[in-house]
């Protein structure tokens, strides 16, 4: 069983602080790392993909990934109010054939205090 | 550059009943993904369609099929529906490269209760 495990939450953050967000999974041959933001009672929105281990930076979004730890996370720094919402984590998973699928952890719901 | 549509927005059908949804995906986008999320749960993979056929599917039984249509745009059909079907449906697009799936962009949804 391919697994994706995301605390629940929520994390709570004051204004102007940095939030980080964590993830780990399970299938060691996923080569794709990709993080959703999700308000509520809306679809998800991709926010950062990762392909290579180490840090990529998006404005005040960076994400991390090591494989050897199999283990993924999120910074947003400078956190706003507006950032509130539950984040998403998801691993593309490969299958026998070559096929692949996108596995999503359950989310963590951030929220941030003014 | 229209994103993913998705219609209809919200759903309400009786247990027993059939439903279907249907999604256009982004221009240039080849690949349909179709998720089930229930209320505090992440996303689960329904099937996925590319070139017109089911290329790989989650653990749902066969009253969940679909299709896909030349124009890429795709349907999802759920069967003899039950309280437990009810569920954000969300469509997800993408352009299958040589590594595979590509970055995946969701639809709006549809909003499914089953009463």
């Known amino acids: 069983q391919k697994e994706v495990e995301q605390n629940s939450g929520p994390l709570s953050v004051p204004e102007g602080a940095i939030a980080s967000l964590n993830c780990t999974y399970s299938?060691?041959?996923?080569?794709?790392f990709f993080w959703y933001r999700q308000y509520s009672g809306k679809s998800p929105e991709l926010i950062m993909s990762?392909?290579?281990?180490g840090d990529k930076e998006d404005g005040r979004f960076t994400a991390q990934l090591n494989k050897a730890s199999q283990y993924v996370s999120l910074l947003i720094r400078d956190s706003q109010p507006s950032d509130s919402a539950t984040y998403l984590c998801a691993v593309n998973a490969v299958f026998s054939g070559g096929y692949n699928k996108l596995i999503f952890g359950a989310g963590t719901r951030l929220a941030v205090h003014p | 550059d229209a994103g993913v549509t998705q219609s209809p927005t919200h759903l309400i059908k009786t247990r027993g009943q059939q439903v279907t949804l249907r999604c256009s995906p982004k221009s240039g986008h080849d690949t349909v993904s179709w998720y089930q999320q229930a209320l505090g749960q992440g996303p689960q993979f329904i099937f996925q369609y590319y070139e017109e056929e089911e290329r790989q599917r989650g653990n749902f039984p066969d009253r969940f099929s679909g299709h896909q249509f030349p124009n890429y745009s795709s349907e999802l059909n759920v069967n003899a529906l039950l309280l437990g079907d009810s569920a954000l449906y969300l469509c997800?697009?993408?352009?299958?490269?040589?590594?595979?799936?590509?970055?995946?962009?969701f639809g709006p949804g549809t909003r499914l209760t089953v009463l």
């Open positions: 299938d060691r041959g996923s080569q794709s």
């Open positions: 997800a697009s993408s352009l299958t490269g040589t590594s595979g799936v590509g970055e995946q962009f």
């Open positions: 990762i392909y290579s281990n």
